[in-house]
């Protein structure tokens, strides 16, 4: 991905929003199904959720694809171990490489969405959709939320004397990188993607508000890095 907002990053982030939204609905479908996030289920692994054991496989495949590579890309478990398949050079980018450090509070919302969300209840036969819905939704998630580094890096390039006198305070940072009128886009693009895919409107700004105020941390963290102050 280049750093051109209209025509590359903003098409991203809008096509994340459609698997997103795609991903919370199907979760829906199934109740809670509190034992998926609970130790024990695993057979083999006592101490780890099926949610957690699904979510380490799943990125363990795709660093074996060089997803990681990509300095946007940022796993929730531990891939350090895990070496590409596909012989080719590490991936040039535009962006700077930095591990924003957001799962955990990505994976805590999430599991409070839940909570409200999904019916009360469970049924083992739906076990393995509901955490294939899971890994999905975070995964969308956290990718959307690193797209930030784009934006702040796009924004940096247009104006970087500004940027150095903000002098990484995190209000001055974020005037010179957010634009109110794309917010209420993303969260009017929300609600129409929630009537599409007949979805709770007001659960999908939610996720969407919680994403917004997420991508603001990862941004100002970011320009903190680009200017030396991270």
């Not at 997803?67 to 991936?91: G, N, V």
Request: aromatic content about 8%; charged content about 30%; proline content about 3%.
């Amino acid at each position: 991905m280049d750093l051109d907002l209209q025509n590359s990053i903003r098409p991203g982030l809008d096509i994340l929003a459609n698997e997103i939204i795609i991903s919370l609905k199907k979760r829906t479908r199934f109740a809670k199904n509190a034992e998926v996030y609970a130790a024990g289920l695993v057979d083999g692994e006592p101490d780890t959720s099926l949610l957690q054991y699904e979510l380490a496989r799943v990125e363990q495949v795709h660093a074996e694809l060089g997803r990681f590579k990509f300095a946007d890309q940022e796993p929730y478990t531990s891939i350090d171990d895990i070496e590409s398949i596909i012989l080719r050079s590490t991936p040039a980018s535009p962006i700077e490489p930095m591990r924003s450090g957001v799962g955990g509070r990505i994976v805590e919302f999430y599991g409070n969405w839940i909570r409200t969300a999904c019916a009360d209840g469970s049924n083992q036969d739906t076990f393995g959709e509901t955490v294939t819905a899971d890994v999905s939704a975070l995964l969308a998630i956290m990718e959307r939320i690193n797209l930030g580094k784009y934006v702040a890096e796009s924004k940096f390039a247009d104006a970087p004397e500004k940027f150095l006198e903000a002098a990484g305070e995190r209000e001055a940072t974020l005037e010179l990188i957010v634009r109110r009128n794309r917010e209420g886009q993303v969260f009017e693009l929300a609600r129409n993607l929630a009537r599409h895919y007949d979805f709770d409107e007001d659960q999908a700004v939610a996720v969407f508000e919680f994403m917004v105020e997420v991508t603001k941390d990862v941004e100002v963290d970011y320009i903190r890095q680009r200017l030396g102050l991270r």
